[in-house]
Every structure is written in C-alpha cells, then in structure tokens.
C-alpha cells in the first residue's frame, strides 16, 4: 500500500516537474527569439534604436542570461505565484486573469463530467443484456461518442439559438449586464451556460454508457455472477454486484478520460465564446500575450493533477482490496 | 483522444482474455475438416459475415471511403475556382459555396482524404509507440517497467489539445504529416498501457515458458508468441485508435490548429465560424462536414464491435 502510495506521489511530482518544463521549453526552443518577435510589432526604423532596444528588452524579460539560469528564475516565479504581467491586459497578473475565467470553466466542466459520468453508468448497466434498452441505448452511444465536439456546439447553436432562438448564439452572460449576485445575472448566466454544457455532457455520455454496458456484460458472465444465480440470488441482486466490480475500471477509465474532456471544453468554449480558460487561451493567442498563455497551460496541468489525486483517493474508498489493505490487512 | 472511445470490451482485455478468444469454438466444423489454421479463419469469416453489426459498419465505412477517392473526381469543380458566394445547395453546387465563393462539395470531398489521412497516420503512430513500449515494459517488467510505467502515467497527464496550442502558438505553418505524428505521440499511452497488461499475463503461459526454455531471445518470443495471441486485440485497438485520431484531429483544425497547408472537415468548419456562418443561417457550410466525420467514425465503432464479437465468443448475442 505504501509503494502505491509512493508511487503515485511520484509520478505527479514527475508529471508536474515535466509539464512544467515543457511549459518553458517550448517557447525556448522553437525557432525564434521572444524579443526579437516582440519588437518586430513596433515599427523601429534606425538600427541603433533598435539595438538599443534590443539590449534594454532582453535585460528586462532575462533573455541574455544563460538558459539554465532563466529556467531557475521561471521555477522560482511559478514556485511563488509570481506567473508574469499579462501583454493584453497589462497591468493585470497572469493569475488574476486566470482565476476571473476559471468559475466559468468550473461550472462547465464539473455538472458535466458528474452527470454524464452517472448518467451514462446507469444507462448502460441498465442496457446491459437487455434486448429492447440495448438496441436503443448502443446505438445512441455509439453516434454520441462520435460526434465531435466543435460540430455538436455549431449544431446546437445552430438549431436552438440561430433558428428557434431558445438560448443564445454564444458569450456567458449578455453585453449589457454587469456581474453581480442578483437573480437576473444569475439567471442570464444559466441561460448562456446550457448550450455548452449540453454539449459537453453529450459527447461524454455515449462513451460511459458503452462502456458500462460492456463491463456489465462481462461481470453477468463472471463466475461470480454465475455462482450467486446457483445460489437462487434475483436478477436485481446480481446485476448490483456487476455494477459495482465494472465501476473500478469506468473509475479508473475516468481518470484517463479527464485530459479529453477537457480538450473538449476548450473546444466548446471557443466555440461558444463562453468566457472561461479555453476562450482565455484564444485571447493569450491572438494577442500574442506568451506569459498568459504559459500560465493557462501549468494551470491547466495543475487542475489535472488535482482531479486524478481525488480520483486516486474515491478509488481507494470505493475499492474494498485498497481499503482493507490500508487498515492493515495483508495485500 | 481514445479515451472518448471506449477502449475495446474488457472481455477481451482481462487478464484471461486474449487466447482463448481466438480459438475455434469447439465443435462447429467436422473433425476429418481442414488443418487447424484454415479451419479457425473460416470459421472466423463465417462469424465475420454473419454479425449484422461488422457488415453494416465496414459497408458504411467503404461509403465513406469511396466518397473520399472519388469525390474529387466526380465533383464537377474544382476546389479553387471562384462562384457566386453563399450559395445554398443546388444542381449546380451539390453542397453550396462558401463566403468567397468556392464549392463546398470539392472542399469536403478533399476535407474527406485529409481526415482519413490525419487519421490513418496518427493510429499507425500511435500504435507503434504504444505497442513497442507495451512489449517492453510487460516482457522485461522490473525497473525497466517501473520507469515506462511512470513515464506513461505522466504522458497520460499532459492533455494533448492544450500542448497543441501551445506549440501552434509558435509554429506557424503546420503540414498534414505534422498533425498525423502529433496526434500519434500524444495518445499512444493508453496503447502501452492496455498492451502491457496483456503481455504481463500473457509471459507466464507455458507455451511462453517453453519458448524461453528453447533459447529464444525475447525479440522473437514477444514477436512470435506473444504478440499472435493478442493481434485480434491489437488490431481492434488500431481500428480505435483511428477513429479517435479523427475526431481529434477535427478538435484541433476546429480551433485553427490544424493543418495550414490543406483543407480537412475541420478545417470547413473552422472557416465557417471565423465568418458567422452561424449567425448568417448558412447551415450546408459546416453541418455538412461534422455529420460526416460523425458517420465515419461511428462507422468504425460499429465495426469495431462487431469484430469484437466475431473474435470473442463470449460477446456473441444469446
């Protein structure tokens, strides 16, 4: 249990460690120099304005110290919350910015990967080996898992904003409005935020869904199962013993699925021009703001690495072989 | 990535998965019949022909598949040439135009070839890595395990969409063989992972056993052992992971990521959001390519479970 644990420590630090460092090696490494990019968007005319300039730019943002030593200078800002000054928005912090778009991301991602996680568990263990619900729910599952992301949002909005004009075309709150905790903001806030949520929920669904369905199938087979109906146990009993041994692996498969959906709402709000991280990331890349966009990508590992910790924690409670053996009982 | 796809059933993925799965059903064909291997293919292909599931799935692929070779060859204009913009389908333009006026059936029709290709190329990556990493970490296990390990639990952390735009923020001009490789070296982890829990339980068998006792050195045991008794497993996982690299590779063109020297169904839909084709009511630009896409790979889904069932007994419908 201990070497689990370890393990798993381990590998985030690792993980960590490493999407940092490709965080500052991209921009680094590829052909280029920050500098000299940043001052090709001012017209300079005289070569010694712009020598000088040059010189003056690259003591203010580091570039003329050796590499090793701007990698240490990044550790330490990104160690102490120190993640830059954003281009765009300058007297902003890159982790103010940040957090302002974060709720948004948040409130999207969240009842999405929850419900459609649930929801979709349910719908397949119930399809499982049941002819009329698994000859509705398969297929379904299969076109939702297939659908991609930027299509189901133009779809969407398309049909129930541009045509019907049931919900808006797309930002997360109307231009008018200032936010505020009132019920109108709040309201105009749920009104925006359906469409991306619906659709992130969607695309998800499918693939939960099939993927229970299966699992179940493959535990009604089980020896296990088979013994409890020599045994005279209902059908009921049975199938809530499949259900929970095929929730590990979907638990497991949840883990794996995160860094996805998440791609996915990048996509969705780029789509939406819902105001959250994926839209920010758009704004950063527009503007050509590096430091923010630098910041979103660690910030986004972050977030990852926080939600497999809390997987990694439901799993040991959900798993009696963990459990057990942390309270002691041989492994 | 994969992951939106369910991997292939775990049937065929637990630990007494794979070998099994590929033998004969006992029974089915006469004893005085064929040599073993001929007898296990056709009776491969006689299931194969019979699951409604794998015909329906492969012909609609083939479909899709047709219309990507000969859509441009059919299509009564070219790709570049210039009409009347906006135009909703018709006669003349199958699918419409475009705002500056190109005909958006040539543009799918070539969008078509480039999806496949993306697709095709970030599988064949994909499983390449995946598989040679796998092999390597079941087979010799120990510390070499426990490196690979940890090195793909962290692959598996750095979401590939969110370093694509990183890396497209600084590379300008990216080629169809870019993305394809791209997408191979980002989602091949979950490949290594299935295929090394395979090769795991799969390096205890006796005939495994028997092989090393022979004197073969582990190449050829993983090569000619191994590997056969997990390739209808393998090959499923091909069949994914080519779905998948489509769908992520119309993820990235949607966002402008993708491909700066051709036109993929990504890229038609991205063009159409950067001029409100959406506001503008013109539906036959972008709906036309992502219902396409969709059929592709739903295509391959179906297909995939019905090979499924074909090597795996235990899948069968009863």
């Known amino acids: ?331 | 990535m994969s992951d939106t796809l369910s991997g292939p059933t775990p049937a065929s993925a637990d630990p007494a998965g794979p070998a099994p799965v590929a033998a004969p059903v006992a029974g089915t064909t006469s004893p005085a019949g064929p040599s073993p291997p001929r007898r296990r293919g056709s009776d491969l292909v006689y299931y194969a022909l019979h699951n409604k599931k794998l015909v329906f799935g492969l012909s609609l692929e083939a479909l899709f598949v047709l219309a990507a070779i000969f859509g441009p060859i059919i299509s009564p204009h070219n790709m570049t040439d210039y009409f009347a913009s906006n135009q909703p389908p018709s006669a003349q333009h199958w699918l419409g135009t475009d705002n500056l006026g190109h005909d958006l059936f040539a543009e799918v029709a070539a969008g078509l070839q480039v999806s496949y290709m993306v697709g095709a190329l970030g599988a064949l990556c994909a499983a390449l890595v995946g598989m040679t990493l796998g092999f390597i970490a079941g087979y010799r296990g120990g510390l070499l395990d426990d490196v690979l390990q940890i090195f793909t639990n962290i692959m598996v952390m750095i979401p590939a969409l969110v370093l694509l735009i990183v890396i497209g923020a600084y590379l300008k001009t990216r080629g169809v063989l870019f993305e394809g490789a791209f997408i191979g070296l980002t989602t091949w982890p979950w490949v290594a992972r299935a295929v090394r829990a395979q090769t795991f339980t799969l390096k205890t068998r006796e005939f495994v056993d028997l092989a090393r006792m022979s004197g073969k050195r582990g190449w050829s045991i993983v090569v000619r052992e191994i590997a056969p008794n997990m390739a209808s497993y393998l090959f499923l996982v091909v069949i994914l992971l080519f779905g998948s690299s489509m769908l992520l590779a119309a993820n990235f063109d949607f966002l402008g990521l993708g491909p700066t020297t051709a036109t993929s169904l990504g890229n038609i839909m991205n063009q159409s959001t950067l001029w409100s084709a959406l506001q503008l009511h013109l539906w036959w630009w972008f709906l036309p390519p992502g219902l396409l896409l969709t059929g592709m790979v739903a295509a391959l889904l179906v297909a995939n479970v019905g090979l499924d069932e074909v090597f795996n007994p235990k899948l069968r419908e009863q």
């Open chain 1, 1 to 331: 249990m201990r070497r689990y644990l370890i393990r798993k420590l381990i590998t985030y630090v690792l993980a960590f460690f490493v999407g940092a460092t490709i965080d500052w090696g991209i921009p680094h490494l590829m052909p280029g120099n920050p500098v000299q990019l940043y001052l090709s968007s001012f017209n300079i005319r005289s070569a010694a304005q712009y020598e000088a300039l040059y010189k003056t730019m690259s003591q203010a943002f580091g570039t003329n110290l050796p590499l090793w030593d701007q990698y240490l200078h990044y550790w330490s800002g990104l160690v102490t919350g120190h993640w830059g000054i954003s281009f765009w928005d300058p007297p902003a912090q890159v982790t103010t910015l940040i957090f302002q778009a974060l709720p948004y991301t948040l409130a999207l991602l969240v009842p999405a990967i929850v419900l459609s996680y649930t929801l979709g568990n349910r719908l397949g263990a119930a399809a499982a080996r049941r002819r009329i619900l698994d000859n509705t729910v398969l297929p379904a599952g299969y076109v939702f898992q297939s659908i991609p992301y930027p299509w189901l949002a133009l779809a969407l909005a398309y049909l129930l904003a541009a045509v019907l004009h049931v919900f808006p075309i797309s930002g997360g709150y109307d231009p008018g409005l200032i936010p505020a905790f009132t019920w109108t903001f709040i309201s105009n806030l749920l009104y925006h935020w359906f469409l991306p949520f619906l659709t992130v929920f969607l695309v998800s669904l499918g693939g939960w869904a099939i993927g229970m369905r299966n699992l179940v199938i493959y535990e009604l087979e089980n020896d296990s199962s088979r013994y409890l109906r020599a045994l005279g146990a209902k059908e009921r009993v049975i199938r809530r013993y499949a259900y929970r041994n095929a929730s590990l692996p979907q638990l497991s498969g949840l883990a794996l699925a995160l860094g996805v959906v998440v791609g996915g709402n990048i996509v969705t709000e780029y789509a939406f021009s819902y105001p959250g991280l994926g839209h920010l990331i758009f704004l950063a890349i527009s503007n050509e703001d590096y430091f923010l966009l630098q910041g979103i990508f660690i910030f986004i590992i972050i977030g990852l690495l926080v939600a497999n910790f809390v997987i990694d924690i439901v799993f040991v409670m959900v798993d009696p072989r963990i459990r057990l053996s942390m309270q002691g009982a041989p492994s």
